[in-house]
């Protein structure tokens, strides 16, 4: 059932499957696969690896509360004839908002998918949707996003001593092996310290930091920064 963008803004598209089959060339950078995201706590679809990668830095931001893959087709006609697209990824926000995502690199947009991007863009503004494109990441905060996502998995448990150890052993920058054994056993300790609820505690200090991207605050594995306690 097709519907106007004005009368689909609530429709929970979060939890909608796929419109359409995920296609596998060959010739594709990467490969179609099944992302499983801690926060959704089911596997989100991807086409490539570089659909992947937003998935990890989206499964660890707080803000994010649901995350699917193409679901919905938008529909528009660009003066001689009909055009379909489906977005790669729809985003329920903690405020009830939406945010659209499309993935594709700077340098394999061709025209077509630039006035898909343009008129998926119109259309989220139209029902105040957020609309974001994504290209290639930097590697270095990849590599670490993707090291840090395997601690959201839920038998990474969380102890509430042993976080509350942390905060207190890391309030001046040290090394992380160091720090970690002052707090105890490292087999138990730093799969509590590695997953990004108590990363983006990191502030300043040698290695660490936090920024406006939510970077995980390490540097090499080998410092840390500063801990902090979240605000209430």
């Known amino acids: 059932?097709?519907?106007?963008?004005?009368?689909?803004?609530?429709?929970?598209?979060?939890?909608?499957?796929?419109?359409?089959?995920?296609?596998?060339?060959?010739?594709?950078?990467?490969?179609?696969?099944?992302?499983?995201?801690?926060?959704?706590?089911?596997?989100?679809?991807?086409?490539?690896?570089?659909?992947?990668?937003?998935?990890?830095?989206?499964?660890?931001?707080?803000?994010?509360?649901?995350?699917?893959?193409?679901?919905?087709?938008?529909?528009?006609?660009d003066g001689t004839r009909r055009r379909r697209y489906a977005p790669d990824y729809f985003v329920r926000l903690s405020d009830g908002g939406a945010r659209i995502i499309d993935v594709r690199a700077a340098d394999e947009l061709d025209e077509a998918t630039e006035e898909a991007f343009d008129a998926t863009g119109h259309a989220c503004r139209t029902v105040g949707w957020e609309f974001e494109r994504a290209g290639r990441p930097e590697p270095l905060f990849m590599a670490n996003a993707r090291w840090l996502s395997w601690y959201r998995r839920a038998r990474c448990g969380r102890p509430v001593p042993v976080a509350a150890r942390l905060l207190e052993v890391f309030r001046e920058?040290?090394?992380?092996?160091?720090?970690?054994?002052?707090?105890?056993?490292?087999?138990?300790?730093?799969?509590?310290?590695?997953?990004?609820?108590?990363?983006?505690?990191l502030e300043g200090g040698p290695g660490g930091r936090t920024d406006g991207d939510r970077q995980p605050g390490l540097d090499g594995g080998k410092h840390m920064g500063s801990l902090k306690r979240p605000p209430a």
Request: with cysteine; charged share 25%; aromatic share 14%.
């Open 173 to 201: 920058p040290m090394r992380l092996w160091d720090g970690t054994g002052l707090v105890g056993e490292r087999l138990q300790v730093l799969p509590v310290l590695f997953p990004p609820a108590v990363v983006r505690c």
């Open 1 to 77: 059932m097709r519907r106007s963008p004005g009368a689909s803004w609530d429709m929970p598209f979060e939890a909608m499957d796929p419109v359409r089959k995920f296609s596998r060339h060959k010739d594709r950078h990467g490969f179609a696969g099944w992302y499983y995201s801690s926060t959704r706590r089911d596997h989100v679809g991807y086409e490539s690896w570089l659909e992947r990668d937003p998935l990890i830095p989206l499964d660890r931001d707080p803000d994010v509360v649901a995350i699917a893959s193409q679901p919905f087709w938008l529909y528009w006609r």
